[in-house]
């Protein structure tokens, strides 16, 4: 069964960095593209970052430019989300999740089930 | 940036009637669309890829259809566990906006 598990969620204060890690099973990771997607407290979903299936292109959502830095180990079947300079409006839960193909211009058919981040002094 | 905006932001139907949501894009995205249902504390689940194309696994009476900058998620017959939020996704280029959600509540 294709898996993949969030983890390194918690509580940090404003301007304080953050690493989230997402372990994948069950699939031959090298093969698929990653995203992370958050969601704040009864909002909507909102694409964070994604990585192509070679981690030779990332991409990121505006508001994250210069502060989160999406990155993954092949070796260890992991994606990586740095997240620095964090702001009370990045508390949300965070999910990874797998594209359907090795690039990002896919949908995402595997979700893990969330880590959350609570950004608050 | 291209804006995905989706219609209506709620709706309250019966089991059995047919649903349509709709999803907007401020330019073209050609069929770079996908749709996905999230139930209360869940993570979100790929109905709909590339526009039309059912994902394995997901009920027949759900079905996808559009291209271009308009597009449709129906539910032919609401079940019980329709009863959920529902996202559309551009895929065409980045960001990988998503739309704001249809929350399809019980009337």
């Known amino acids: 069964e294709e898996q993949v598990l969030e983890s390194g969620g918690g509580l940090v204060q404003p301007g304080g960095s953050l690493r989230l890690s997402c372990t994948a099973s069950g699939f031959t990771f090298r093969n698929y593209a990653m995203s992370w997607v958050r969601q704040a407290p009864g909002k909507g979903l909102e694409w964070v970052s994604g990585?192509?299936?070679?981690?030779?292109?990332?991409f990121y959502a505006d508001s994250m430019k210069g502060r989160f830095t999406v990155s993954r180990d092949n070796s260890k079947n992991t994606l990586y989300l740095q997240m620095n300079s964090l702001r009370a409006e990045d508390s949300a839960v965070y999910y990874c999740?797998?594209?359907?193909?090795?690039?990002?211009?896919?949908?995402?058919?595997?979700w893990g089930q969330g880590t959350t981040v609570t950004v608050s002094s | 940036d291209i804006q995905m905006t989706q219609s209506p932001s709620s709706l309250s139907a019966s089991i059995g009637d047919r649903v349509n949501i709709t999803c907007r894009a401020s330019q073209s995205i050609s069929n770079y669309l996908n749709w996905y249902q999230q139930r209360p504390g869940k993570a979100p689940k790929l109905l709909i890829h590339?526009?039309?194309n059912l994902q394995s696994g997901v009920p027949s009476r759900f079905s996808g259809s559009g291209s271009g900058t308009d597009f449709t998620l129906t539910i032919s017959s609401l079940q019980l566990e329709d009863f959920a939020t529902y996202y559309c996704?551009?895929?065409?280029?980045?960001?990988?906006?998503f739309g704001g959600g249809t929350k399809v509540e019980i009337k």
């Open positions: 999740a797998k594209h359907t193909h090795q690039i990002v211009y896919y949908g995402m058919d595997v």
């Open positions: 990585i192509f299936g070679s981690g030779g292109s990332t």
């Open positions: 590339a526009a039309s």
């Open positions: 996704q551009k895929t065409y280029t980045t960001p990988l906006t």
